[in-house]
């Protein structure tokens, strides 16, 4: 069986390790006898991600959304809503997460229109939201989510929109309101990097998951893995003092 992971601007939005998510995907659908095919999706590319089975959009500064936007917008949405429509599964992280919202409003320069993919919308406040994360998911069963944020925007989410987790220490998506990230279909969008895959391995097979059955056009049950590295990983960051406890 293959499986197609698109990776979406890997130049322009990659922060705080985040590219460490594809190779996290990669490798646990390899240790699964799955065939990967990975592609590289930059600007200008026109590539058609209604060919993914799984998509990726790392995290980037102000700056980094200011370029790529139009080009998301004008040359990936349609592909992008189309395979989303179709069951594939997507993963926003933090600049890349904003923009699948209605628009993000930074402190400086003009408004950024968002794909409105996701029910939720951002805007910049005064001071930027850091530390670790320890957060609780009812998405993925129950599953404790760790990592670590930098962001100054803060994300109120709508109606249509579930949060991905409820913040027991750090600030999630606007540290007023206890959510973190955002679950629509097969789209997950997230603050948290670090990167967050390899250390919950909880929310890397819940993607993985949805982009089997996607390829598979059924069910699948995800073979277990080994994962005590990831346990290991995922208590060190359960433990650490930083963000607001
Ligand atoms: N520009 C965004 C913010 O600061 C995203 C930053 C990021 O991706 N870490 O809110």
């Known amino acids: 069986m293959q499986v197609c992971i698109a990776h979406l601007y890997p130049e322009l939005m990659n922060l ?38 799984l998509i ?40 890349g997460y904003q923009l699948l919202g209605r628009h993000y409003r930074p402190a400086q320069g003009d408004e950024i229109p968002g794909l409105g993919l996701l029910d939720a919308h951002t805007e910049a406040g005064e001071r930027r939201l850091i530390g ?6 009812p998405p993925l069963g129950g599953a404790t989510l760790v990592g670590f944020e930098n962001h100054s925007g803060r994300t109120f989410l709508g109606e249509g929109v579930t949060p991905l987790a409820r913040v027991r220490a750090g600030f999630g998506n606007n540290g ?15 603050y948290l990097h670090g990167a967050v895959l390899p ?35 995922h208590r060190a960051l359960l433990h650490r003092p930083g963000g607001r406890r």
């Not at 670790?132 to 998911?137: C, L, P, W, Y």
């Open 132 to 137: 670790d994360v320890v957060a609780e998911s």
């Open 56 to 95: 990726f959009l790392g995290g980037g500064e102000d700056r980094s959304q200011q370029l790529i936007f139009r080009d998301l917008l004008e040359e990936k949405a349609a592909s992008l809503r189309r395979a989303v429509e179709q069951g594939a599964a997507v993963l926003a992280i933090c600049g």
């Open 199 to 233: 250390k919950n391995p909880a929310l890397a097979d819940y993607l993985l998951r949805r982009a089997m059955e996607h390829r598979a056009g059924r069910p699948v049950e995800l073979s277990p893995l080994d994962d005590a590295a990831e346990e290991r990983a």
């Open 16 to 53: 705080y390790g985040d590219r460490g998510n594809v190779i996290a995907l990669e490798r646990r659908a390899a240790w699964r006898g799955w065939e990967v095919e990975m592609r590289r999706v930059g600007l200008g590319d026109p590539f058609d991600l209604g060919e993914a089975d």
């Open 176 to 190: 007023e309101d206890g959510t973190e990230g955002a679950v629509w279909r097969g789209v997950v969008g997230t």
